[in-house]
C-alpha cells in the first residue's frame, strides 16, 4: 500500500540550488584542475563576512559564556540596533517591539505568510521572481497571482495593475532591488503602492534584503509609508553573512505577537552566535561600502562586455548584483546555454527558467558578486 505524500512533497525546486550543485561536483572533479569554476550563480558575496563580524564572534566564544536561546523575536540589543539602522538610513523612528530577528529573510517569509493569510488568499507579485515566494505561497495553501509587468515597466507593480483586479488580492509581494532583474521601485512609486495597499486593505510585503546595494537610484522602505506593511530584510546580501542564516522583520502592531507565536514553535529563535555576528555587522559601513564599490565595477565591466558576446538585451540593473540578460533572440535555450557555459568554459549561471516558468527559457541571470578578477575572466570565457 503506497503512502500518502503531502503538499510539501509537490514543491518546486529551487533550481539555482541544483546549480550550485552541479558546480560544486565540477569544481572538485579531475575535469577543473586545469581551470576552476567561476561561480556567478549564486548571489553570495565572494568575501564571506566583515572583520569585525568575525572578531566578535571569536571574542564571544573566546569568553566561554554559554549560547543559548534567546528570546524568540531575537536579542533586545540587535533590535535596538536595528531601530538604530532604520533612522540612519530612512530618517525613520520605529519601535524595537516591532523588529523579529528570524533565521534569514528565507524564515521571514512563511512567517509573514501564515501570520497575514489565510489558506486560498490570493498573494499578486510580478514576475520573473525570487523562486521561493511562488512555492512557499504554494506550499501553504496560498495562491500567486501574477501580474503582467514588463521589461518596461521594469518588471515592478503599478497601481494600475492593482485597480484592474476584480477582486483585489489579499496581499502583495514587493520586491526592489528586485531579485533576477536589479530593478527598483523609485519612492514615489513605493510610497503609491503602499498607501493604496493600506487603504484598499491589501496586506503588502516588501523585500528589502538588498538595500545598500543600489547604483544611482535611492532605495526606501515600505515602513515609510504604511503602517501595515511586512518588511524583510536580511544580513546575507550588503552585509555579506549568507551562511550564518539571519535576517530580520519589521512588523505592523497587529503582526507582533502572531509572529512571535509562530516563531517559537518553528525556530525557538535565531542562532544565537549569528546574532552577535549581526550587532557587530553595522559598525562595518567602510568595508562593507568598498566592497559595494566593487561591485559597481563588476556591474560595468558585465555590461560593458557582454554585448560583444551577443548578449545585449539586459533588464534594469539599478541595485542588488544580477543581471537579468535576455538571450532569446538569439536562439539560445538558457537552460542548454548554462550548461554549455558550465561544463565548456567552467563558468556558472543561472536559466532564467528558476524565475519565470513561462518565459524564463529566454534569460539568464549572471550574479556578479564573486571578485572582480572572476568578473573578469569570466566575461573573456563568455566573449570566448
Not at 558546480?23 to 576552476?36: K, V
Not at 531579485?179 to 523585500?207: E, F
Not at 515600505?222 to 550564518?244: D, E, H, L, Q, R
Request: proline residues 8%; hydrophobic residues 45%.
Amino acid at each position: 500500500m503506497a503512502l500518502k505524500a503531502g503538499v510539501g512533497a509537490r514543491v518546486p525546486p529551487f533550481l539555482v540550488m541544483d546549480v550550485i550543485a552541479a558546480a560544486n561536483a565540477l569544481a572538485a572533479s579531475p575535469a577543473a584542475a586545469d581551470r576552476r569554476v567561476i561561480r556567478m550563480e549564486v548571489g553570495q558575496p565572494a568575501e564571506g563576512a566583515p572583520e569585525l563580524v568575525r572578531e566578535a564572534v571569536t571574542r564571544s566564544l573566546a569568553s566561554g559564556v554559554p549560547l543559548g536561546y534567546t528570546e524568540a523575536r531575537g536579542r533586545e540589543d540587535l533590535r535596538s540596533r536595528i531601530v538604530t539602522h532604520y533612522a540612519d538610513w530612512y530618517g525613520l523612528a520605529v519601535d524595537a517591539g516591532r523588529i523579529a530577528i528570524t533565521a534569514g529573510a528565507s524564515a521571514g517569509f512563511p512567517l509573514a505568510f501564515l501570520a497575514a493569510f489565510e489558506p486560498g488568499d490570493t498573494i499578486a507579485l510580478t514576475i520573473p521572481c525570487y523562486p521561493p515566494y511562488l512555492n512557499i505561497m504554494t506550499a501553504l495553501g496560498l495562491r500567486p497571482q501574477l501580474l503582467p509587468a514588463t521589461a518596461a515597466n521594469g518588471f515592478q507593480p503599478t497601481v494600475a495593475m492593482l485597480e484592474a483586479l476584480d477582486p483585489p488580492p489579499d496581499g502583495l509581494l514587493i520586491a526592489s532591488p528586485a531579485n533576477p532583474t536589479g530593478s527598483m521601485l523609485a519612492p514615489d512609486d513605493l510610497a503609491a503602492l503602499a498607501r493604496y495597499c493600506h487603504n484598499a486593505g491589501i496586506r503588502l510585503i516588501s523585500d528589502e534584503i538588498y538595500h545598500g546595494l543600489t547604483f544611482g537610484k535611492p532605495a526606501a522602505t515600505a515602513a515609510s509609508y504604511s503602517p501595515s506593511a511586512i518588511v524583510i530584510n536580511s544580513f546575507s546580501k550588503y552585509f555579506s553573512m549568507t551562511g550564518w542564516r539571519i535576517g530580520w522583520m519589521v512588523l505592523p502592531e497587529d503582526l507582533i505577537r502572531p509572529v512571535e507565536c509562530l516563531a517559537q514553535n518553528f525556530f525557538i529563535c535565531a542562532p544565537h552566535i549569528s546574532q552577535i555576528g549581526a550587532l557587530a555587522a553595522f559598525d562595518c559601513h567602510d568595508e562593507l561600502q568598498a566592497r559595494r564599490e566593487r561591485f559597481s565595477r563588476s556591474r560595468e565591466i558585465l555590461l560593458e562586455a557582454l554585448p560583444r558576446a551577443g548578449i545585449d538585451r539586459i533588464s534594469p540593473a539599478d541595485g542588488a548584483f544580477y543581471l537579468y540578460a535576455d538571450i532569446g533572440a538569439r536562439g539560445w535555450n538558457s537552460t542548454a546555454y548554462c550548461r554549455h557555459l558550465l561544463y565548456d568554459h567552467h563558468v556558472a549561471a543561472t536559466p532564467g527558467h528558476d524565475f519565470d516558468p513561462a518565459h524564463g527559457e529566454d534569460f539568464v541571470r549572471f550574479s556578479y558578486c564573486a571578485s572582480e578578477a572572476d568578473i573578469t575572466e569570466a566575461v573573456a570565457r563568455i566573449c570566448r
